[in-house]
């Protein structure tokens, strides 16, 4: 073997040692890491298992505490309430003390008195008699009084049993006003409606508060005026719209009719009726049930 085949050897002895030495440092720190961590675990148990035993006791304690309170608590609610009664009983006795205080002097001063009581009795009893008599007059008048409201009463019976009839009759007409009326495919709104438009209108007078122009060819123009169903108007009633003579110029001129399409209490809603236009209308021109 030549010299330089030696050196590789001892080289390669040398690393397999070194290697060897390293291996063992590995494996001997792993050792070490890992019984390490099993004494940290049996630590962190044993801890736990003290912060468990400790928690235990603390409840245990805080329930102790809270007994002892609730018992202390109870201890004084009882001697609250046995100082309550006797302030109770004091003040009774109290009482009853100025109580025979006052029938001590109240028997003192009958006693005084009951010499002229004797005397005042006999007033009384003729007063007592004049009474008697007034008040059997007044029952013989309350007994007349009495018999003519049970009259009254049955009178009264009488108009309600036949309201209640009228009622009856009439229930009766309405289920068949609303058979006939469903037959002929009008609905109870629609006729209420052509109720109302057969009312004659009441003879009022207002204001064109507001024009709005159709919005589309065909469409009505609606007019906003001051009267309303306060002032007699319902859906169907006619109104004239006229322009006064101050504001035409000369003399008053028609201008259109209305019919009241919407009601509110202190307005309306009417649209134009085309047929019956002979001018434009503006807001402040008058609108009346008669020309």
Do not use: C
């Amino acid at each position: 073997m030549s010299f330089f085949g030696k050196i590789l050897v001892l080289l390669q002895l040398a690393l397999s040692i070194l290697f060897l030495m390293f291996a063992g440092a590995v494996y001997t720190n792993h050792i070490n890491w890992k019984t390490e961590a099993e004494k940290q675990q049996k630590l962190v148990k044993k801890g736990a298992d003290d912060l468990r035993n400790l928690t235990e006791e603390k409840e245990k304690e805080l329930l102790t505490l809270k007994t002892e309170r609730d018992a202390a608590a109870l201890r004084t609610q009882e001697v609250e309430a046995q100082l309550q009664l006797m302030t109770q009983q004091f003040e009774t006795s109290k009482g009853q003390n100025a109580r025979l205080q006052t029938e001590s002097a109240t028997a003192r001063r009958q006693a005084q008195n009951s010499a002229e009581e004797a005397g005042a009795r006999n007033e009384e009893a003729r007063e007592l008699r004049e009474v008697n008599h007034e008040q059997t007059g007044m029952l013989g008048s309350a007994e007349v009084k009495r018999a003519e409201l049970e009259d009254e009463i049955r009178r009264l019976q009488g108009e309600l049993d036949l309201s209640n009839l009228k009622n009856k009759g009439l229930l009766a007409q309405l289920t068949q006003f609303t058979a006939l009326l469903a037959k002929n495919g009008i609905s109870p709104d629609e006729a209420m409606d052509l109720v109302s438009a057969s009312q004659p209108a009441p003879q009022v007078e207002g204001k064109v508060r507001t024009v709005r122009r159709p919005a589309k060819l065909g469409n009505a123009e609606l007019l906003g005026i001051t009267l309303g169903m306060n002032d007699g108007l319902k859906k169907g009633h006619e109104m004239t719209v006229w322009r006064s003579a101050a504001a035409s110029g000369g003399k008053p001129r028609y201008l259109a009719k209305s019919r009241i399409v919407t009601t509110a209490p202190d307005s309306a809603v009417g649209e134009v009726i085309e047929d019956s236009r002979s001018g434009a209308i503006q807001e402040g021109d008058n609108v009346s049930t008669k020309l």
